[in-house]
């Protein structure tokens, strides 16, 4: 099985450069690995001064990253290369050593085959100094407490697509094919993962957590409710809802709402800016 891991990357150099040492570090080493440069050179000097990985240049200039072009852009990249399976991880992640090797263990179950399989995220407080210390990960291990973690070389099947999330993620060939990739409708921030995952369920797709396919999320500040991305958000929102005629990302909407930056027009049934 032919492995490629995709990372869409701009401005985000450091956790970049840690990412690619994390790769190297990995029990089953990756066939290929296509870093999607969205509009920044400094993201493919980056990947030309580590090696191990290729760039791909994604024409962009001001205004929300497209996100889902870049995921798209990255996966063709990858098919054209031959690969089987693809690992989706975002640029803030770190791999884990098994992370690649419980993908493709996974994968190769043939229950697991057309289904999108997801891995556990620790999001890691502020690094020391010297930097994250890779080969102690282990010891920081602590997944997102709303998403199953299943025990290491364990598979569970899921139900609730609205948990999946885009920081780590696996799929193969011609389930990536059937499901038609990442609706380019979206740009910026939020909604285009939780719409990737109503088009897998829509299209019969299966979901299932991985155990021992750990990511780990660097640290950086964040707005909580992230009100540096509220229009992408309140756009992207408005897009998936005439797609899927339900809104999604509602704590960050009733939050903005409570902060007085959003409302809800009644009449319209639409989030609307205050």
């Given at each position: 099985?032919?492995?490629?891991?995709?990372?869409?990357?701009?401005?985000?150099?450091?956790?970049?450069?840690?990412?690619?040492?994390?790769?190297?570090?990995?029990?089953?080493?990756?066939?290929?690995?296509?870093?999607?440069?969205?509009?920044?050179?400094?993201?493919?000097?980056?990947?030309?001064?580590?090696?191990?990985?290729?760039?791909?240049?994604?024409?962009?200039?001001?205004?929300?990253?497209?996100?889902?072009?870049?995921?798209?852009?990255?996966?063709?990249?990858?098919?054209?290369?031959?690969?089987?399976?693809?690992?989706?991880?975002?640029v803030d992640c770190l791999a884990s050593e098994g992370l690649?090797?419980?993908?493709?263990?996974?994968?190769?179950?043939?229950?697991?085959?057309?289904?999108?399989?997801?891995?556990?995220?620790?999001?890691?407080?502020?690094?020391?100094?010297?930097?994250?210390?890779?080969?102690?990960?282990?010891?920081?291990?602590?997944?997102?407490?709303?998403?199953?973690?299943?025990?290491?070389?364990?598979?569970?099947?899921?139900?609730?697509?609205?948990?999946?999330?885009?920081?780590?993620?696996?799929?193969?060939?011609?389930?990536?094919?059937?499901?038609?990739?990442?609706?380019?409708?979206?740009?910026?921030?939020?909604?285009?993962?939780?719409?990737?995952?109503?088009?897998?369920?829509?299209?019969?797709?299966?979901?299932?957590?991985?155990?021992?396919?750990?990511?780990?999320?660097?640290?950086?500040?964040?707005?909580?409710?992230?009100?540096?991305?509220?229009?992408?958000?309140?756009?992207?929102?408005?897009?998936?809802?005439?797609?899927?005629?339900?809104?999604?990302?509602?704590?960050?909407?009733?939050?903005?709402?409570?902060?007085?930056?959003?409302?809800?027009?009644?009449?319209?049934?639409?989030?609307?800016?205050?």
């Amino acid at each position: 099985m032919k492995v490629a891991v995709v990372t869409i990357a701009a401005r985000r150099d450091r956790h970049l450069r840690m990412q690619l040492r994390s790769l190297e570090r990995s029990q089953r080493t990756c066939d290929d690995h296509i870093v999607v440069a969205m509009g920044d050179p400094r993201t493919m000097d980056t990947v030309s001064e580590n090696g191990h990985a290729r760039g791909i240049w994604l024409d962009h200039d001001d205004g929300p990253l497209p996100l889902a072009a870049a995921r798209n852009a990255g996966a063709d990249a990858a098919l054209a290369a031959g690969a089987d399976l693809l690992v989706f991880l975002d640029v803030d992640c770190l791999a884990s050593e098994g992370l690649l090797g419980c993908y493709v263990s996974a994968a190769e179950h043939p229950d697991n085959r057309s289904a999108l399989l997801s891995g556990p995220v620790t999001y890691l407080p502020p690094p020391e100094p010297a930097g994250y210390d890779l080969a102690g990960l282990g010891r920081l291990r602590s997944p997102h407490p709303a998403r199953p973690a299943p025990p290491p070389g364990t598979v569970t099947a899921g139900s609730d697509f609205d948990l999946f999330w885009s920081l780590s993620f696996a799929v193969g060939r011609a389930t990536w094919q059937h499901i038609g990739g990442f609706c380019t409708d979206y740009t910026g921030y939020g909604g285009e993962d939780t719409d990737f995952a109503q088009t897998a369920r829509a299209a019969g797709v299966g979901l299932r957590w991985v155990g021992g396919a750990d990511a780990f999320h660097q640290y950086h500040p964040v707005s909580d409710p992230p009100v540096e991305h509220l229009r992408d958000i309140l756009t992207n929102a408005h897009t998936f809802h005439r797609r899927w005629g339900w809104w999604p990302m509602q704590g960050w909407l009733r939050a903005f709402e409570a902060d007085g930056l959003i409302e809800y027009d009644r009449d319209r049934r639409t989030w609307v800016r205050s």
